[in-house]
């Protein structure tokens, strides 16, 4: 999720923990051990775009790395807060906590995150967006008119659980809005009669009302949207793999890692005698008809040693009509 809604969650979340101790210092502690997952996108910066990447919600939002770094903090927490008497183990499970329910709320994202790192895959649920007003704003509030309270006053506790309550509530019914989605799609994939090897569904930017799902057969994925508000069938558009396009190059190392980066949802356009390697997870950019951009393009540059990458640049006048498009869109076909 964004950086601000995991300040909220881990700030929330010390609150929890230590809030009947130390008042808004617990909170400060949870903000800034909630965003510290998120430093590995400064380490990032002095990578190559791709390894950039991979790096991202692996290793710095497993439960390993919360094992190793809680009790360092908690003991730096501790010795900050001695006459508070707040213990090693009291700081320790503040942070682990904090970082713990940070790599949880970005496993509802499409994105995922590595939880188990590095015996495991991505764990991704894929029912809310990276960013998502619904959720953080009635957390935020409430996380507001808690801290306005004194840390001995009751009403400070029942803010913060308010917050806490229905910010998770949110993310089960997330939850249920994608599995009426995904029935929705299977539906009229079943009446289309086409032979769906895969079915995946997400949330389109900012909200859980429109829904997109792809669905890939043996030669193709087909795209297509739903929002609650529709009134009729649901269509889909058709987007060939062309993976015939990397024959002769699939086993080369740059190609290799931008399938395990897709988990080998992509596809392959050509445009201008120039390559392209298009991860679908994260759906189109533009719904332009004749010229559709996916919101992660990478352009494949033939050297010596191989292929080399470039993505895609993305513009902000691109963003500001796919929001134009997407508001539109959710107001029903």
Known sequence: MDSVTQIVLGAAVGEKILGRKIGNRAMLYGAIAGTIPDLDVVIGLFLDPLSAVEIHRGFSHSVLFFILLSPFLGWLIARREKESKVSVMNGASLVFWAL?????????????????????????????????????????????????????????????????????????????????????????????????????TKPTPLNTILWTATAETKTDYWIGDYSFLDTKPITFKRYPKNQELLDGFIKDKTIQRLIALSEGKYTVTEKDGKLYFNDLRFGLLNRNETNPQ??????????????????????????????RQLWKRIQGN
């Open 100 to 200: 713990f329910t940070h790599a949880l709320l970005d496993a509802f994202t499409t994105w995922g995150t590595q939880l188990l790192w590095p015996m495991a895959n991505k764990l991704a649920f894929r029912s809310i967006f990276v960013v998502d007003p619904l959720y953080t704003l009635p957390f935020l509030f409430c996380l507001i008119m808690a801290m306005r309270k004194a840390r001995t006053d009751y009403r400070r506790t029942l803010w913060n659980n308010r917050g806490l309550k229905i910010s998770s509530a949110y993310l089960i019914l997330t939850l249920v809005l994608k599995g009426v989605t995904y029935y929705k799609f299977q539906q009229a994939l079943t009446l289309s009669g086409m032979e769906v090897l895969q079915l995946e």
């Open 294 to 323: 996916f919101a992660f393009s990478y352009e494949l540059l033939p050297s010596k040693n191989g292929f080399q990458t470039q993505e895609v640049p993305k513009t902000r006048q691109e963003g500001m009509l796919l929001l």
